[in-house]
């Protein structure tokens, strides 16, 4: 079993900046990927920042140039700092940790339980 365990939500006005942390333990074997997702009321969860296990990243159109990934060097946290916050940021966070198990790379995702950016105008 893997758990992921997030922080660093919170309220900040428009400008501003956060960093949220997750913290992956358990049993992970083949650790593939690390991220963050979000979901705003009434949306879709949607893919903010991915790291792999090669170091490369991936980020959403809406966060380029304002949202960094980075993970430590267990490569077991994975951290978003997050500048130049909009209102339309605001959304539950999710962190997510793709796992792989087996001579089949089968993928295993595991889910956070989120944490909540609030964005004031």
């Known amino acids: 079993q893997v758990q992921l365990v997030e922080s660093g939500g919170g309220l900040v006005q428009a400008g501003g900046s956060l960093r949220l942390s997750c913290a992956a333990s358990?049993?992970?074997?083949?650790?593939?990927?690390m991220g963050w997702y979000r979901q705003a009321p009434g949306k879709q969860r949607e893919l903010v920042a991915v790291?792999?296990?090669?170091?490369?990243?991936t980020y959403a159109d809406s966060v380029k140039g304002r949202f960094t990934i980075s993970r430590d060097n267990a490569k077991t946290t994975v951290y978003l700092q997050m500048n130049s916050l909009k209102p339309e940021d605001t959304a539950v966070y999710y962190c997510h940790l793709e796992s792989r198990y087996g001579p089949t790379n089968l993928s295993v995702f595991y889910w956070g339980q989120g944490t909540q950016v609030t964005v004031s105008s």
């Open positions: 790291i792999i296990s090669d170091g490369s990243t």
């Open positions: 358990g049993s992970i074997f083949r650790l593939n990927a």
